[in-house]
């Protein structure tokens, strides 16, 4: 298994070889397994709102789109804010888990 090392100095002054991340074993699965839900989560509100942007955009009106580009800003901004109060407590449930 090959695991790129790097040198570190401690305060003591000894060298010592440390694992750099991430290097591809058990550990670092878990870790991709775990996170991709919440990945996915915070990549889905760019992509509804480029959707809602291109069907409003297909009425040709201006006021249309503002109207929905301020729409967009508010579902962005309590979105974000449910989004992280989950992702934050994942944290803390994958450090008791692992």
Do not use: H
Not at 68 to 88: D, K, W
């Amino acid at each position: 298994e090959a695991v790129l090392l790097s040198m570190r100095t401690t305060r003591g002054g000894e060298n010592r070889n440390v694992r750099r991340f991430p290097c591809g074993d058990e550990l670092d699965r878990k870790i991709i397994k775990i996170s991709l839900p919440a990945i996915l989560n915070f990549a889905i509100n760019p992509l509804v709102g480029a959707i809602d942007l291109f069907w409003v955009g297909r009425m040709g009106n201006a006021l249309a789109i503002a109207g929905q580009a301020a729409a967009n800003q508010i579902y962005n901004s309590f979105s974000l804010l449910l989004n992280f109060l989950p992702a934050g407590e994942r944290k803390l449930t994958c450090i008791n888990i692992l």
